[in-house]
């Protein structure tokens, strides 16, 4: 007698090999479900933890149920920030969705940084119930690529614990334009450095090798994305152009050796279009010479390729419409950039979830079935080798209450803070003694109190502190005002209110370096100037009161003035003339 008991498929058993596992998928999976594994979409959830059910198209297109049950995708990037245990609840109703589809196959969950102090919805969040460590750039003045690797691992337990598996980071591009929104994201502008420290954090995120216990690292944005034209950001028309005027292309790939020895798993080519270069004047995602020719080809990276958000269709965010992202392809229809960028060696369309035009492409007879099944094997192979298919789908809510934002790693992320700032100038200000009499501005004054009498006038103080942000010129669409774009230097008006302040009593100036600040006469009339990264005002006034060491040095030059901004080269690390302090310039108190 036969035995007509049900046999698992190949695929579900976690004792096969994992290519076994992948073909034995891959040969069951329809074109529409093939084509849904080659979107990252995005999703938000309610703040109780559940799934959103509905949407009313002001921020995402699509409800939950409408990408994984009808578009059948299984990767998605959360938006927003929330509760530990209720993104872990989150988490596990979003797997049980996809676990209910035909093949069941786990979602994939991505994250922006979120380990810091900068909210931009299309970069990074802040760090809500995660511990609070500086922002990259912060890492880059303490300079220790140990600390790194200790803070990237912090960030895969936490991640873990909520269910994130893949990290959209680190961004490891340069910091060479000074006026480039994204920099503080990055390592700063000492590309062997970057490597160093870009390694580490792989490593931390990923461990030695990829596996159950790993978050895959999506490094970004190849082949860097810091010789921006004018320091616009390609996110929005206005900035798509990528220029190398100082002839140093290659200088900008260093940092991606490093990341690619260190076992990467994943690569995000930024949106920029190349200007003047041998290289196709098509936006990186859709380059062929960049992506197939020099990652896949020339640097040997076979890992897989997401391209950055929204490359194929208009969108509507906050409520405001913005054009894909193809820039040199916006006279394509979507299907022919879908097609080039697949030809280019994408494997994957980052904030997009169109898979119906996957599929038309391959009935059409345009792209080979063949190629979509070697993108889909790279994708299916990761679910595996990150134990999403086995025991590592779900996780536990109490646990994650548990361990997000733990003492142990909070206590770390604050002894960073502290290591981070950066004292550029002390005229005998620092460290503070006794209990003096302080005027605030920008300082949480019941934490100033903890350390010294806070006044109401700055002619009752013994000394002042004034926190600053680098300035930035507002733009009106409301996106764009998260990319803090143009001048750096403090308009008339405002300067004058700060130099009245320094004027009239010694005064603590601490500015947070977002980019490169142009502030001369705040250097020189303040009685001390301190930068920071992403940091507390406690880890301030401990570094001001003598109770904590800080170790930063500057990780770019701050310039003298913005026509020296103006007449330095875009790709070109440190480049204007007569810097008021330069790169790695930083005191000891």
């Given at each position: 007698m036969s035995d007509t008991r049900d046999t698992a498929p190949a695929y579900k058993d976690a004792a096969l090999p994992v290519d076994v596992r992948v073909e034995d998928l891959l040969a069951r999976m329809t074109l529409e479900e093939k084509a849904g594994q080659m979107f990252h979409g995005m999703l938000m959830m309610n703040p109780d933890g559940t799934p959103v059910m509905e949407t009313d198209g002001s921020m995402l297109p699509y409800a939950t149920p409408e990408l994984i049950e009808d578009k059948k995708l299984t990767h998605f990037n959360l938006l927003g920030?929330?509760?530990?245990?209720?993104?872990?609840?989150?988490?596990n109703a979003v797997q049980e969705m996809a676990a209910a589809t035909r093949l069941g196959i786990p979602v994939t969950l991505s994250t922006d940084p979120r380990h810091s102090f900068t909210d931009n919805v299309g970069a990074s969040f802040n760090a809500g119930a995660f511990s609070a460590w500086p922002e990259p750039l912060g890492m880059a003045a303490i300079g220790d690529p140990e600390l790194v690797h200790r803070f990237a691992d912090t960030v895969r337990r936490e991640y873990l614990a909520v269910g994130f598996r893949l990290a959209l980071h680190p961004q490891i591009d340069l910091a060479t334009e000074p006026r480039w929104s994204r920099q503080t994201g990055t390592f700063g502008s000492d590309a062997k450095l970057t490597g160093e420290l870009a390694a580490a954090y792989i490593r931390g995120l990923q461990g030695d090798e990829l596996g159950t216990h790993s978050v895959s690292?999506?490094?970004k944005h190849f082949p860097g994305g810091g010789p921006q034209k004018d320091g616009e950001d390609p996110h929005f028309p206005h900035g798509k152009e990528q220029v190398y005027p100082g002839g140093l292309r290659e200088h900008h790939l260093e940092p991606f050796k490093a990341a690619i020895a260190a076992g990467c798993a994943q690569m995000m080519p930024y949106y920029g279009q190349p200007v003047g270069t041998d290289w196709e004047e098509v936006g990186f995602g859709f380059n062929k010479g960049v992506i197939q020719g020099l990652l896949r080809d020339e640097l040997?990276?076979?890992?897989?390729?997401?391209?950055?958000?929204g490359l194929l269709t208009d969108s509507t965010i906050f409520g405001e419409p913005h054009s894909a992202r193809a820039w040199g392809c916006e006279h394509l229809t979507v299907a022919e950039r879908a097609a080039k960028a697949l030809d280019a060696g994408s494997d994957q369309f980052g904030g997009e979830q169109c898979p119906e035009v996957i599929v038309e492409l391959v009935r059409s007879g345009r792209i080979l079935e063949s190629r979509i099944d070697s993108s889909v094997r790279r994708l299916l192979r990761e679910k595996f080798v990150l134990g999403l298919f086995d025991a590592q789908r779900y996780v536990d809510p109490d646990a994650a209450q548990e361990i997000v934002g733990a003492a142990e790693f909070k206590a770390a992320g604050a002894a960073a803070q502290r290591r981070s700032l950066t004292v550029l100038s002390n005229d005998s200000l620092l460290p503070v003694s006794g209990r003096p009499k302080v005027y605030v501005q920008n300082v949480d004054a019941s934490v100033a109190g903890e350390y010294a009498e806070v006044v109401p006038d700055p002619a009752a103080a013994d000394f002042a502190i004034l926190k600053l942000r680098t300035p930035y010129e507002e733009r009106p669409n409301k996106f764009e005002a998260f990319f803090h774009s143009g001048s750096l230097a403090f308009d008339e008006a405002e300067l004058k209110e700060i130099l009245a302040l320094l004027d009239a009593v010694p005064t603590l100036v601490c500015i947070n370096l977002e980019r490169a600040a142009v502030i001369p006469e705040i250097a020189s009339r303040a009685a001390a100037l301190v930068a920071d990264y992403g940091a507390s005002d406690a880890a301030l006034l401990d570094?001001?009161?003598?109770k904590a060491r800080p170790e930063g040095r500057l990780p770019f030059e701050l310039p003298?003035?913005?026509a020296a901004v103006h007449a330095s080269r875009p790709d070109v690390p440190n480049d204007t003339v007569d810097p008021v302090f330069a790169v790695g310039h930083g005191l000891q108190v």
């Open positions: 920030t929330y509760g530990a245990r209720e993104m872990a609840q989150w988490h690292a999506m490094v040997g990276f076979d890992g897989i390729v997401c391209t950055d958000w570094v001001a009161f003598g003298s003035s913005m």
